[in-house]
């Protein structure tokens, strides 16, 4: 294997964003091969980055609380390729999930191209409703029909109004969007002793949903953290979906509307250190949970936040997936095939790299003393693979080396069955999570 000694740009680049201080960037290095190469962006470059950067966040952390050096700290790319598709590699009880919905993907319309998204059952329905489908025609067949004689703006927005998700393909890159918005405020928060993990100790409240949020709040699990995940009774997850991504982390549901519940999760709250937050910007307001009164109430809390489309723009409230952020963003025509149909991203690259650096973010903010609110987005992230890390990238040359995932698959019985799964990516941190997924909302609402 063979490790690059220089300081890589991209790491670099994510580590000021972060707010890290300059010199350190360097103590990051990569060795080995991965499978993320092959497209129009730096795919690679992206995904070793976010890995390098909330490797050095972690040991930058422990280091503080230890009064020890930053270390210097090895990613390997194999690691980095197979977490970043943790996703496809998991299996429960030797079966292997299937990704996307059978109405979910890129359809050809009258004007261009629509990328839709239907796997929860609420957003397929949503989508047939827009489109006048009746049970017996949701089908891919279908909905095929019907698009093909619809302009794909329409029908973005008859969806969008129904509740529903798909967004027209962009054929040009969206505005430039900052990857990382830090705010800091009052750093009276509980201070954090020497540990044995660089998180030993954090309560992390998780309010997420998906890949990036839950991508995130596992990997501080991973660093030791007390990680709650609490979600409303009426918004179910995907079972395959929370078998990927509940590592290291307990979840409960309280239904926030409910004054019982309610008392229940303002007691997880007065003993939060850090609540991350991946519903659409205001969301979560009407509940008094802005991050204005989270940090006016908590002194020293860690506010991080996560959307799709970004912080201001028309499209900031609007729901989304990596999925869509791509077709939405520009990517998706960048990556075109030669026949014009649009293509992706090796990965959902926007939300594993979304992930890493929110956990990033709080490790960094936990390190200064916390009481900071951090901001990111899909649509960042989108915006700096396609402009900062392209800009610094050299070309791939072709699928990359090959590589063995094996090497970092691992075997584990949980409340879902026997799961194979990706092992974590980051440098200096534990091999494997200390605890499986328990079953979605099953947890008691309560800090160990």
Excluded at 89 to 108: C, E, I, K, M, Y
Excluded at 229 to 257: C, M, N, Y
Aim: proline share 6%.
């Amino acid at each position: 294997m063979t490790t690059n000694q220089q300081v890589d740009a991209a790491t670099a680049q994510a580590w000021a964003a972060l707010g890290g201080a300059p010199e350190l960037a360097g103590r990051v290095t990569y060795r080995g091969a991965g499978a993320l190469t092959g497209g129009r962006l730096p795919v690679r470059e992206l995904a070793r980055a976010t890995v390098g950067a909330c490797s050095l966040a972690a040991a930058e952390l422990a280091a503080v609380r230890n009064g020890t050096p930053v270390p210097a700290l090895t990613v390997d790319e194999g690691a980095v390729s197979t977490a970043f598709v943790s996703e496809r590699h998991l299996q429960v009880d030797g079966r292997t999930p299937v990704s996307f919905a059978p109405l979910s993907g890129f359809w050809q319309t009258a004007d261009g191209w629509l990328r839709t998204h239907a796997n929860y059952p609420h957003h397929r329905a949503a989508l047939a409703a827009a489109l006048g489908l009746g049970p017996a025609e949701q089908t891919p067949e279908a909905l095929r029909e019907v698009l093909a004689g619809r302009a794909a703006a329409d029908v973005q927005e008859e969806v969008y109004a129904a509740g529903g998700l798909a967004v027209a393909v962009a054929g040009r890159l969206g505005e430039p969007q900052p990857l990382v918005e830090a705010v800091d405020g009052d750093r009276r928060g509980r201070r954090l002793g020497a540990g044995e993990l660089p998180a030993s100790g954090v309560r992390v409240l998780d309010l997420t949903r998906v890949i990036a949020g839950p991508v995130a709040t596992r990997t501080l699990g991973l660093l030791g953290a007390d990680v709650l995940r609490v979600d409303s009774p009426g918004l179910p997850e995907d079972d395959d979906a929370h078998a990927d991504t509940g590592f290291g982390k307990r979840s409960a549901r309280l239904d926030l509307g409910r004054p019982g519940d309610r008392a229940v999760f303002e007691e997880l709250l007065a003993e939060a250190d850090v609540v991350v937050c991946g519903y659409r910007p205001g969301a979560l307001d009407r509940f008094g949970l802005s991050p204005e009164e989270l940090t006016a109430r908590r002194p020293g809390l860690v506010v991080a936040r996560l959307c799709a489309w970004g912080w201001a723009g028309p499209w900031a409230g609007r729901r989304g997936f990596d999925s869509l952020v791509q077709a939405g963003y520009g990517i998706a025509a960048l990556e075109a095939g030669p026949d014009g149909r649009p293509g992706v991203l090796p990965a959902q690259a926007l939300d594993h790299g979304t992930g890493y650096l929110v956990a990033a973010g709080v490790l960094r903010a936990l390190a200064d003393g916390g009481g900071r609110v951090l901001r990111f987005s899909l649509a960042g992230t989108a915006s700096w693979l396609c402009r900062e890390v392209d800009s610094v990238a050299e070309p791939s040359g072709g699928a990359g080396a090959a590589y063995d995932a094996g090497e970092w698959l691992r075997g584990a019985d949980s409340a879902y069955g026997r799961l194979r799964y990706a092992s974590p990516p980051l440098a200096g941190a534990p091999a494997d999570w200390a605890r499986t997924p328990s079953r979605w909302g099953t947890d008691a609402p309560t800090w160990h």
